[in-house]
């Protein structure tokens, strides 16, 4: 699976202002409601379930938040470069400002961890998540994910 079919150029978010990691995700699950045509409640209900069981902050400023939901037919992302870094008890203390959220079905199985995989190996490029930090403009984001030398996700 592609990056593009994960990501809609209305998943993508150029300047997030979140002061908070409950604020981003509240703002991505708004975001996530409208791409995937669901409650935004629910989507923050299993993001934040996800996030006690331990954080999606990976490290190096960024953080992969996900979660399944029964209502969903299909994998959906979200991404968010954020105007400023937050807190977001990130494994290595670091502050987070790009966040790739994803959800997933419930019966998602290995999609599911395919597609975070992919994403994740995405974002360890420090060279193109570079590219994404001097990048403001949503459009510009969403060329840069959907045509990444590591676009496959699954």
Known sequence: MEISELLKPEGVVSNLR????????????KRAAVVAGLDERLIFDVLLERERLGTTGVGVGIAIPHGKLADLDCLHGVFARLERAIDFD?????????????LAPESAGADHLKALAGVSRMLR??????????????????????????SRAA
């Open 125 to 150: 490029d420090k060279a193109f998540c570079e590219k994404l930090r001097e990048t403001d403009n949503a459009e510009a984001l969403y060329a840069l994910l959907a045509n990444s030398a590591s």
């Open 90 to 102: 990130a494994i290595d203390e670091q502050p987070v400002d790009l966040i790739f959220l994803l």
């Open 18 to 29: 979140a002061t908070s990691k409950k604020q981003a995700l509240q703002d991505l699950a």
